[in-house]
């Protein structure tokens, strides 16, 4: 075999090889943005649950609060009612 084909044999296998690792660097890219696509999604998604169960528990403790404060209102009126119809005689 002639030094030239031999020259000509390794660019060649050198050039495969130069293509096969920028194949191989675009799969990886590819599957790092797929990946980094995904984490990016779970977060949100994540995000999204806390935020709705923050919200429930909020909206859980302001209807209490609103129940607790109507209840004290309903008192006071009753109780002052009940004072009227006795000092008041009616």
């Known amino acids: 075999m002639s030094q030239e ?3 000509s ?3 060649e296998a050198l050039q495969k090889i130069k293509a096969a690792e920028e194949e191989a660097r675009k799969i990886v890219n590819d599957a ?3 990946a980094s696509s995904k ?3 779970d977060a ?7 935020k709705e169960n923050y919200l ?3 909206r859980k403790k302001a209807l209490e609060r609103k129940n607790s404060l109507v209840s004290q209102a309903k008192s006071e009126a009753e109780k002052i ?3 009227r119809r006795i000092h008041g005689g009616l």
């Open 56 to 58: 429930n528990q909020t």
């Open 32 to 34: 790092q943005q797929r």
């Open 44 to 50: 949100y998604e994540e995000a999204k649950k806390i």
């Open 9 to 11: 044999e390794a660019l």
């Open 39 to 41: 984490v990016i999604r």
């Open 81 to 83: 009612s009940f004072q």
């Open 5 to 7: 084909r031999k020259e």
